[in-house]
């Protein structure tokens, strides 16, 4: 159960307490969801957008692992451990996505309020400017995320595709092995058929000596 980033069991301990951070990570940032605080928000939303790819890499790794435990009672045991976690970490992802559609909602009404504002006071420069950022921070953190996840989603391909070379080399060695085997019998059948041939000649010539011996034989007795 060991692979290129550990044992099954180390893993799945490392996406367990991802888990947790990026639990701790999301309810820290639905605290500031009304707060004046839009750079650090930002910056913790990425924070925990980045938590869940990992997690989710992390189940792909756990899956790749469990394929090799033999004993069925064991992988399906691990298998509901995986599924657990993937349940858990797509909640978290589903719960970011509702703070940041909610936040992107709430800069674009605040905006629109401040534009109002700004008409009728004649100076919205700088409260324009201010929410300007805030929505650039918010669209930098959603396109980062669906950067990730499309990253993700090529190490699953790239996983699964060497996953499925491995068993076509698995299967060619086992052919070679059968043709090997089989070359082996029929190299064992050919000594023994180029033997009982010399065994048969050895008869053919013991026989026609004993002839002719018998043969003279009685010609001799006769005289």
Known sequence: ?????????????????????????????????????????????????????????????????????GVKSQRDLW???LEQIAEEAESLRESLEKYNSRNHKRMMEAKERAELLGRANGDSSHVMRIYDDDAQAMQSVRSSARELENANALGETILSSIHGQRERLKSAQRKALDVLNTVGISNRVLRLIERRNRVDQWIKYMGMILTIIFLVAFVLWRR
Do not use: P
């Not at 893993?11 to 951070?21: C, D, G, N």
């Not at 990992?54 to 792909?60: A, K, Y």
């Open 1 to 69: 159960m060991e692979g290129g980033g550990g044992t099954l069991s180390e893993v799945h301990q490392t996406a367990r307490k991802l888990l947790l951070k990026t639990r701790d990570g999301l309810e820290r940032l639905e605290r500031l969801e009304y707060s004046n605080s839009s750079s650090s928000s930002s910056d913790l939303s990425f924070a925990v957008s980045k938590e869940i790819t990992q997690i989710q890499s992390l189940c792909v790794e756990m899956n790749r692992l469990l394929r090799s435990i």
């Open 79 to 81: 298998k509901r451990k």
